[in-house]
């Protein structure tokens, strides 16, 4: 019987190409771990992408090969080594796989794209990608790649022999005669030439490809959002199914492991049925869940064959409800001075629209032009018959922005389409030609239909959180994957609803606080939350600091300044490394936004002067007043920061750990929260703590000391993580089966506790009791005589040990910590679930 999924913790994986310093972090060193994992409790480890990827991969999303296990990371030995000693242990493997996407950023090391190159609609795995053969694709039928570096530069080709050496093991013994341009090398068709004396433009006009100047926006494939270097997959071809499947089948034959994370399903042409192929192939038993963005109101269809969604959803709700919803008008206001917009929901709903069709018209200009060709073709009526290119495209585009969810056609969202059209032809009505040929093109339920929920999607991520949410700044927070920062947190009544609709509905759904690609860890977020407790305070630091320090603009340094004060450290000083990692935040925040920067059209003295900025912020006359206010916003963090984490281990779920953030660690986001984890200082505290708990007179305040130093922080985390874990443990099926009840406090801070109990018909079993607004309840001066009724029985705290009943102050409860885990002792006498 496979063992009760109860959480799981994310390993990134990365070879030594992946590291100037030679680094590694592969199979050997992921078991080396699993003593520490099993005693903290981990049910799970959950691997990030194990396939061949690309060796200078510091992330293996961007896999070459499909059918082989990454020798860089262990090969298939090294894994079967790691699943060996794990099961030993007790644990179980879950991986990460791609289905959507294969890395193509250097050709050669994927073979079967560099075959399609190299022979055209002739190759055996032509049908593997995506790829646009028509006449009219813009490259004349041929493949088109868009890679030159301006007009006309063919005459930059060389024809040249590349060794063995330069390919994947195995893939060309001899080597092989390519086309050189600069550092890319691309594969030349069997009998195109004869000889190295050949001249490079000519044999390059007799190849299956096109190479385009880079901002034609002529691509023949269908990528990964807008990254040339992810080739889009045919998963809805059985065969291609298959054969990328291979390797996952016959580890699930070999029973190495235990579940299924998947990575961008809506890329994919029909998400539902590919999810019934792979629920099929791995069974019902092993654990499937995907990585869903869903909007606030937007449902997991029912229907969908897999545990639910990897946790975005949980994480907007678990840092909702510990927001300061007071502090909205207040912080709009301060938004609204130098930004020039309040952020409110209104103005993003405003905003959405905007970026929605810059992406849609320029960074996927490709992928809209193609479904535009796709639409003509599959009008079987008279419909918009006269409509132009123009019209149409500019059509396709403004249906895009207006698409409120990620993906339109799941079958719990499919009426979302037909009426975002009616509206549209209300209130514009020049376009009713074009959208009733769009419209007739969806009845077919042909390529046009797919390609437009594809397409759909990757607007959404490239406009909303690639964009927007590097633009927005009321509470920067709050703009994370799945969230919702129009809607300034979540009340207390909300949360007790999801978390019911989630015990319900999807009691095994993946529960994230930081994941590889959260903009921030969930400790940095917590400081950062902590902005909405001393608004004003904020507002005055701003002024200061903009007057003392002047950024380049302040519609930027407004957002920057809250990240700023998320990292810094507790002691003031800020190491080199801290200074390089806020330069490299700073310079990709700011070319995400595009306001002034962008990735593609770079303007140096702007980025110089951003740099030079949060230098002076560093170093400058406003350095001591920022380290005061981050000196408040830490002690708040830390007790947000411990009570979400009590709060996500006792809810509902499948409770996931991302890498290290059993202590506290203060990243940004990637490649900075990608960093290698100190597991030695982990697990040393983790054996301290062990120890301590044997003795018959543990003292979990001595033990953990102040939580606001670095060192009892970082005790009082892992305590709570590891007890939390342990209880999962124990009863596993209270978390994944019980019933969610709210708990509430009575007295003058009411309302600055958020609690939650687990149980069945019988009662709860399981309280978890944190602290909201732990500023504000420290100006008032603490919880005076506030008290939770607790149920009948005597009720032990995992997290100290003491012993409560009945009316309980909740000074008391949280006299050590901000949070408590308390356990009935019904269900430790009777194991009753």
């Given at each position: 019987?496979?063992?009760?999924?109860?959480s799981?913790?994310?390993?990134?994986?990365?070879?030594?190409?992946?590291?100037?310093?030679?680094?590694?972090f592969?199979f050997?060193?992921?078991?080396?771990?699993v003593?520490?994992?099993?005693?903290l409790?981990?049910?799970?480890?959950?691997?990030s992408?194990i396939?061949?990827?690309m060796?200078?991969?510091?992330h293996?999303?961007?896999?070459t090969?499909?059918?082989?296990?990454?020798p860089?990371?262990?090969?298939?030995?090294?894994l079967?080594?790691?699943?060996?000693?794990?099961?030993?242990?007790g644990l179980?493997?879950?991986?990460?796989?791609?289905p959507?996407?294969?890395?193509v950023?250097?050709?050669?090391?994927?073979?079967?794209?560099?075959?399609?190159?190299?022979?055209?609609?002739d190759?055996?795995?032509e049908c593997?990608?995506?790829?646009?053969?028509?006449?009219?694709?813009?490259?004349?039928g041929?493949?088109g790649?868009p890679?030159?570096a301006?007009?006309g530069?063919e005459?930059?080709?060389e024809l040249?022999h590349?060794?063995?050496?330069a390919?994947?093991?195995?893939?060309?013994?001899d080597?092989?005669?390519?086309l050189?341009?600069y550092?890319?090398?691309?594969?030349?068709?069997?009998?195109?030439?004869?000889s190295?004396?050949?001249?490079a433009?000519d044999?390059y006009?007799?190849?299956?490809?096109?190479l385009?100047?880079?901002?034609?926006?002529?691509?023949s494939?269908?990528?990964?959002?807008?990254?040339?270097?992810?080739a889009?997959?045919?998963?809805?071809?059985?065969?291609?199914?298959?054969?990328?499947?291979?390797?996952?089948?016959?580890?699930i034959?070999?029973?190495?492991?235990?579940?299924?994370?998947v990575?961008?399903?809506?890329?994919?042409?029909?998400?539902?049925e590919?999810?019934?192929?792979l629920?099929d192939?791995?069974?019902?038993?092993?654990?499937l869940?995907?990585?869903?963005?869903?909007?606030?109101?937007?449902?997991?269809?029912?229907?969908?064959?897999?545990?639910?969604?990897?946790?975005?959803?949980?994480m907007?709700?678990?840092?909702?409800?510990?927001?300061?919803?007071?502090?909205?008008?207040?912080?709009?206001?301060?938004?609204?001075q130098?930004t020039?917009?309040t952020?409110?929901?209104?103005?993003?709903d405003?905003?959405?629209?905007?970026?929605k069709?810059?992406?849609?018209?320029?960074?996927l200009?490709?992928?809209?032009?193609?479904?535009?060709?796709?639409?003509?073709?599959?009008?079987?009526?008279?419909?918009?018959n006269?409509?132009?290119e123009?019209?149409?495209i500019?059509t396709?585009?403004e249906?895009?922005?207006a698409?409120?969810?990620y993906?339109?056609?799941?079958?719990?969202?499919?009426?979302?389409?037909?009426?975002?059209?009616?509206?549209?032809?209300?209130?514009?009505?020049?376009?009713?030609?074009?959208?009733?040929?769009?419209?007739?093109?969806m009845?077919?339920?042909g390529?046009?239909?797919?390609?437009f929920?594809?397409v759909?999607g990757?607007?959404m991520?490239?406009?909303v959180?690639?964009?927007?949410?590097?633009?927005?700044?009321r509470?920067?927070?709050?703009?994370e994957?799945?969230?919702?920062?129009?809607?300034?947190?979540?009340?207390?009544?909300?949360f007790?609803?999801?978390?019911?609709?989630?015990?319900?509905l999807?009691?095994?759904?993946?529960?994230?606080?930081?994941?590889?690609?959260t903009?921030?860890?969930e400790?940095?977020?917590?400081?950062?939350?902590?902005?909405?407790?001393?608004?004003?305070?904020?507002?005055?630091?701003t002024?200061?600091?903009?007057?003392?320090?002047?950024?380049?603009?302040?519609?930027?340094?407004h957002?920057?300044?809250?990240?700023v004060l998320?990292?810094?450290?507790?002691n003031?000083?800020i190491s080199?490394?801290?200074?390089?990692?806020?330069?490299e935040?700073?310079?990709?925040?700011?070319?995400e936004?595009?306001v002034?920067?962008?990735?593609?059209?770079?303007?140096?003295?702007?980025?110089?002067?951003i740099?030079?900025?949060?230098d002076a912020?560093?170093?400058?006359?406003?350095?001591?007043?920022?380290?005061?206010?981050?000196?408040?916003?830490?002690?708040?963090g830390?007790v947000?920061?411990l009570?979400?984490?009590?709060?996500q281990?006792?809810?509902a779920?499948?409770?996931?750990?991302?890498?290290?953030q059993?202590?506290?660690?203060?990243?940004?986001?990637?490649?900075?929260?990608?960093?290698?984890?100190?597991?030695?200082?982990?697990?040393?505290?983790l054996?301290?703590?062990?120890?301590?708990?044997?003795?018959?007179?543990?003292?979990?305040a001595?033990?953990?000391?102040?939580?606001t130093?670095p060192?009892?922080?970082d005790?009082?985390?892992?305590?709570?993580?590891?007890?939390?874990?342990?209880?999962?443990?124990?009863?596993?099926?209270?978390?994944?089966?019980?019933?969610?009840q709210?708990?509430?406090?009575?007295?003058?801070?009411?309302?600055?506790?958020?609690g939650?109990?687990?149980g069945d018909?019988a009662?709860?079993?399981v309280?978890a009791?944190?602290?909201?607004?732990?500023l504000?309840?420290?100006?008032?001066?603490?919880?005076?005589?506030t008290?939770?009724?607790?149920?009948?029985?005597?009720?032990?705290?995992?997290?100290?040990?003491k012993?409560?009943?009945?009316?309980?102050?909740?000074?008391?409860?949280?006299?050590?910590?901000?949070?408590?885990?308390?356990?009935s002792?019904?269900?430790?006498?009777?194991?009753?679930?």
């Amino acid at each position: 019987m496979r063992r009760p999924i109860t959480s799981t913790y994310r390993l990134q994986l990365r070879g030594p190409h992946a590291d100037p310093d030679g680094r590694t972090f592969g199979f050997a060193e992921a078991a080396q771990q699993v003593p520490y994992l099993r005693d903290l409790g981990v049910s799970h480890i959950y691997l990030s992408p194990i396939f061949t990827a690309m060796p200078e991969s510091n992330h293996n999303y961007d896999v070459t090969d499909p059918t082989t296990v990454n020798p860089q990371l262990g090969g298939i030995e090294g894994l079967r080594e790691l699943a060996r000693v794990a099961h030993d242990s007790g644990l179980g493997l879950i991986l990460d796989i791609v289905p959507n996407h294969l890395g193509v950023e250097n050709p050669r090391m994927n073979q079967w794209f560099w075959d399609v190159l190299k022979h055209g609609r002739d190759s055996e795995f032509e049908c593997y990608f995506d790829i646009d053969w028509h006449e009219d694709n813009g490259a004349g039928g041929k493949m088109g790649m868009p890679v030159l570096a301006k007009e006309g530069d063919e005459d930059k080709l060389e024809l040249v022999h590349l060794p063995a050496e330069a390919f994947p093991e195995g893939a060309a013994p001899d080597g092989e005669v390519v086309l050189k341009y600069y550092d890319s090398y691309f594969p030349v068709t069997p009998g195109s030439f004869d000889s190295l004396d050949d001249a490079a433009l000519d044999v390059y006009q007799r190849q299956p490809y096109k190479l385009m100047y880079w901002r034609d926006g002529v691509i023949s494939y269908r990528r990964f959002f807008s990254v040339n270097g992810l080739a889009g997959v045919r998963q809805e071809d059985p065969l291609v199914f298959e054969r990328t499947h291979r390797l996952l089948r016959q580890l699930i034959a070999e029973d190495l492991i235990d579940g299924v994370r998947v990575d961008h399903p809506d890329g994919l042409a029909d998400p539902f049925e590919y999810l019934n192929r792979l629920r099929d192939l791995i069974g019902p038993d092993r654990w499937l869940v995907v990585e869903k963005i869903l909007e606030v109101t937007e449902p997991l269809d029912p229907r969908l064959k897999i545990d639910g969604t990897t946790g975005y959803d949980a994480m907007r709700e678990l840092d909702g409800v510990f927001v300061n919803q007071d502090a909205e008008d207040a912080l709009s206001v301060l938004a609204m001075q130098h930004t020039g917009s309040t952020w409110d929901e209104a103005a993003l709903d405003a905003a959405e629209p905007q970026l929605k069709r810059r992406v849609a018209t320029y960074e996927l200009a490709a992928e809209v032009r193609r479904l535009a060709r796709a639409i003509r073709r599959d009008n079987f009526s008279t419909a918009g018959n006269d409509v132009s290119e123009e019209d149409l495209i500019d059509t396709v585009v403004e249906l895009m922005s207006a698409i409120p969810v990620y993906r339109a056609d799941y079958r719990s969202l499919s009426r979302i389409l037909s009426t975002v059209i009616a509206e549209m032809a209300v209130a514009q009505p020049d376009r009713v030609d074009a959208l009733n040929l769009i419209s007739a093109a969806m009845l077919a339920r042909g390529e046009a239909e797919t390609r437009f929920a594809q397409v759909s999607g990757a607007v959404m991520a490239k406009g909303v959180e690639d964009t927007l949410y590097y633009r927005a700044s009321r509470l920067v927070a709050l703009q994370e994957v799945g969230g919702a920062p129009g809607r300034f947190g979540v009340s207390a009544a909300e949360f007790h609803l999801l978390q019911q609709e989630r015990a319900h509905l999807w009691p095994k759904a993946m529960t994230s606080l930081t994941t590889h690609d959260t903009k921030r860890s969930e400790d940095t977020r917590a400081r950062m939350l902590e902005i909405s407790e001393v608004d004003a305070a904020f507002a005055e630091l701003t002024r200061n600091v903009f007057a003392l320090v002047p950024p380049p603009d302040t519609f930027t340094g407004h957002f920057l300044l809250q990240n700023v004060l998320g990292v810094w450290p507790t002691n003031g000083a800020i190491s080199e490394s801290l200074r390089m990692r806020l330069h490299e935040y700073a310079l990709k925040a700011i070319r995400e936004a595009g306001v002034n920067t962008t990735w593609l059209d770079r303007e140096d003295d702007y980025e110089h002067a951003i740099v030079a900025w949060i230098d002076a912020l560093i170093d400058g006359p406003a350095t001591e007043d920022i380290a005061r206010l981050a000196a408040d916003l830490h002690r708040g963090g830390v007790v947000v920061s411990l009570g979400r984490k009590a709060l996500q281990l006792a809810g509902a779920g499948v409770a996931d750990t991302y890498q290290g953030q059993e202590c506290f660690d203060y990243s940004l986001v990637d490649p900075d929260n990608r960093r290698f984890v100190d597991y030695g200082v982990r697990a040393s505290i983790l054996a301290s703590y062990r120890e301590a708990r044997l003795s018959d007179d543990f003292d979990a305040a001595a033990f953990i000391g102040d939580i606001t130093s670095p060192g009892g922080a970082d005790r009082a985390k892992l305590l709570t993580t590891t007890e939390g874990l342990h209880l999962r443990l124990e009863y596993p099926a209270l978390f994944t089966e019980g019933d969610h009840q709210a708990v509430f406090a009575v007295g003058e801070a009411h309302d600055c506790l958020i609690g939650l109990a687990r149980g069945d018909a019988a009662g709860p079993s399981v309280i978890a009791l944190a602290t909201r607004t732990p500023l504000g309840l420290e100006a008032r001066g603490g919880w005076g005589e506030t008290t939770v009724r607790l149920p009948e029985g005597e009720w032990t705290d995992r997290f100290t040990g003491k012993v409560y009943s009945g009316d309980t102050d909740v000074a008391d409860l949280f006299a050590v910590l901000p949070t408590a885990l308390l356990v009935s002792s019904q269900l430790t006498q009777t194991g009753r679930v």
